[in-house]
């Protein structure tokens, strides 16, 4: 048990990371910025972050309980590439506002967490479906990005 509350804590400090180079941002370049009629209200971001962090965790718990050395290794391997994907966005895209290679970067990150959800799924099947939402939400955050770009003057 004691190694679950690990996963889970490696992915909100990951979470904590990106929470905190999107603060330097988030209430002054991005209020600036066109947003299509999709975009949801700033405070929904935190609670589905959390979430999904959460779930990644216990996805990443559930796989590295398999012991299956060879599978496992190389599943988790992928599972740290897309957190550092993931965070990589954060400081494109609100550390360094850079809309258009954030857009470049959420390309590959979707893809790798695809790539993620299969192997998982492979390994347990409930890791893999714990991988879903987040599989959902940066599609919806791929196309948001893009959206971005294509407002504000690509």
């Not at 979470?15 to 999107?22: L, Y």
């Not at 959460?54 to 796989?63: C, E, K, N, T, Y």
């Amino acid at each position: 048990m004691r190694s679950l509350f690990g996963f889970i804590i490696l992915c909100l400090a990951v979470s904590g990371v990106g929470g905190a180079i999107t603060a330097t941002s988030v209430d002054t370049w991005y209020q600036t910025l066109e947003k299509p009629p999709f975009n949801p209200p700033d405070w929904v971001f935190a609670p589905v972050w959390t979430a999904l962090y959460i779930l990644m965790g216990i996805a990443a718990w559930r796989v590295w309980q398999s012991r299956s050395i060879e599978n496992t290794r190389k599943a988790l391997s992928i599972f740290g590439l897309q957190l550092g994907l993931n965070l990589t966005w954060s400081f494109l895209f609100f550390g360094l506002q850079r809309i258009d290679l954030a857009l470049l970067e959420i390309f590959i990150l979707l893809v790798t967490i695809v790539l993620n959800t299969i192997v998982f799924w492979r390994i347990d099947r409930l890791a893999g479906l714990m991988f879903m939402p987040y599989v959902l939400w940066v599609s919806y955050a791929t196309v948001l990005n893009a959206s971005i770009w294509l407002l504000n003057g690509s």
